[in-house]
């Protein structure tokens, strides 16, 4: 029964894990007005090309890949519940690994463009988009769940 609920709310988080791709996670400018753009696969300067003495200690791309894979297998294990509750719960791991990746690499990233100046920076969208994903992994747990219970109360009436 692919059309149930928690299958939206698993492509719509799969749909947010894919255009973190595309968005930046924060964007920078130093006090000599150059801007910098990190996004999950790098630092690149205000016109595109990366910055080359800056590599990310995170591999951020990789767990971000492994989250989209992990939530499109969710919405096609509709037919094992307990399976699908289980990788549905594996999601909250991965996507918290996502914003603590994204945290940890902001952080250093600031401090090295903050080298003797100070850096202004804003979030981009990217970086709410972990969060997004754990409360729609959530509320599809929360579906999935009610039709084990709905189904256990079935049997129960056979």
């Known amino acids: 029964m692919i059309q149930r609920k928690q299958t939206v709310f698993l492509a719509l988080a799969a749909l947010l894990a894919g255009l ?14 150059q801007a910098f753009v990190l996004r999950i696969w790098g630092l690149f300067n205000a016109d595109g090309s990366a910055v080359p003495d800056v590599a990310l200690k995170l591999p951020i791309h990789v767990v971000t890949g492994i989250l989209v894979a992990l939530l ?17 719960r594996m999601t909250y791991l991965f996507a918290l690994a996502v914003q603590v990746g994204a945290l940890i690499t902001h952080m ?28 729609l992994s959530y ?17 129960r009436l056979r």
Do not use: N, W
Not at 111 to 116: D, I, M
Not at 139 to 155: T, V
């Open 139 to 155: 509320l599809a747990e929360r579906g999935i769940r009610k039709d084990e219970e709905l189904i256990k109360s079935m049997d």
């Open 108 to 135: 250093s990233v600031r401090a090295y463009l903050a080298q003797g100046s100070s850096v202004e920076y804003t979030f981009g969208p990217s970086y709410f988009f972990p969060i997004g994903i754990l409360v």
């Open 72 to 88: 499109l297998a969710c919405i096609f294990l509709y037919g094992s519940r307990g399976r699908q509750l289980r990788f549905v």
């Open 20 to 33: 973190m791709f595309a968005f930046p996670l924060v964007s920078y400018l130093r006090m000599d007005h």
